[in-house]
């Protein structure tokens, strides 16, 4: 009986102080909830409640702006200058790296033949119209080479190596053509340096390989526009004032009589491999 009424006593206790800790901490939230959607219910008809003044309603992503101002403006100037330095790269490409490197098939339809490869042209990919002077100061057009096969060579006389290589194996292979097979192909060499490669000059140094070989130059703007149309790359390096090299495909191209580009041969070619391969494209015409 007395841990009975000492257990009556204890929650009358306990539901005192409850009530008291209640009175102290104010309304409780389900209170103020209350009273809050009946505060905006008021304001929604022209009645603001003074005493329950509406909050704000902010969106998540309204909060996130205003806790972290944007900071978009300090990647601008990056991003612009990296997309204004990717045009000037692809104009560069466009200008000067249009050729089919050396060796390697082409991988796009439109590129025309594959230096090296086996791939046969069909028809005029590559190529177009040109004005240019003979060693002998005359003018040369792409109308001098209707009706005949060509091989076109673009080089300079500078050249330490490569050059001179591709010169004699061009030079064996067109002798091989003509002696053996009874196949005559014209020489062409098309200087990538006419600055110091005149006419003069350039007609002394093809004479020490081969005097059938056609030298060709002419103005910087005329060599490289035949340079580009023939998607041949070539460029300055290691300048020293009047002393420097000339970086290029060394591209050699085989024409057929309509002046269409059938092969393309890299400097992987030695002058066997050279005058079996012409010889194949044209025997293939002729049958």
């Known amino acids: 009986m007395f841990s009975s009424l000492r257990l009556l006593v204890s929650c009358k206790h306990g539901a005192n102080q409850a009530a008291n800790f209640l009175r102290r ?23 603001a409640d003074s005493n329950n003044p509406p909050f704000p309603i902010r969106t998540q992503a309204q909060a996130q702006a205003q806790a972290s101002p944007p900071s978009r403006a300090r990647y601008a100037a990056p991003a612009l200058l990296l997309g204004f330095a990717g045009f000037i790269s692809f104009l560069h490409y466009n200008d000067e790296r249009r050729a089919v490197p050396k060796g390697q098939p082409s991988t796009s339809s439109n590129s025309g033949c594959g230096c090296g490869s086996n791939t046969t042209v069909k028809g005029p990919i590559i190529g177009g119209p040109f004005t240019l002077m003979s060693t002998q100061n005359t003018v040369v057009t792409e109308k001098d080479f209707s009706g005949k096969w060509v091989l076109l060579y673009f080089g300079y006389s500078f050249s330490p190596d490569v050059g001179p290589e591709q010169l004699k194996m061009m030079s064996i292979a067109v002798d091989n053509l003509e002696s053996s097979h009874n196949q005559k192909i014209m020489p062409v060499f098309v200087t990538l340096d006419p600055l110091r490669d005149t006419p003069s000059h350039l007609h002394a140094y093809l004479k020490e390989f081969d005097s059938r070989i056609l030298g060709i130059t002419g103005s910087s703007s005329a060599v490289r526009q035949m340079a580009q149309e023939y998607r ?6 290691q300048e020293d004032g009047d002393d420097y090299l000339v970086d290029t495909s060394h591209n050699m191209y085989l024409l057929n009589p309509k002046m269409e580009v059938v092969r393309c041969f890299g400097v992987e070619y030695n002058p066997d491999e050279l005058s079996r391969e012409v010889l194949k494209e044209v025997t293939s015409v002729s049958q």
């Not at 939230?29 to 009645?47: D, E, L, P, V, W």
């Not at 041949?232 to 390096?237: A, G, L, Q, Y």
């Open 232 to 237: 041949v790359f070539f460029k300055k390096v």
């Open 25 to 47: 901490s104010g309304p409780s939230r389900r209170i103020q909830a209350f009273n809050y959607s009946k505060s905006t219910r008021n304001s929604s008809h022209g009645k």
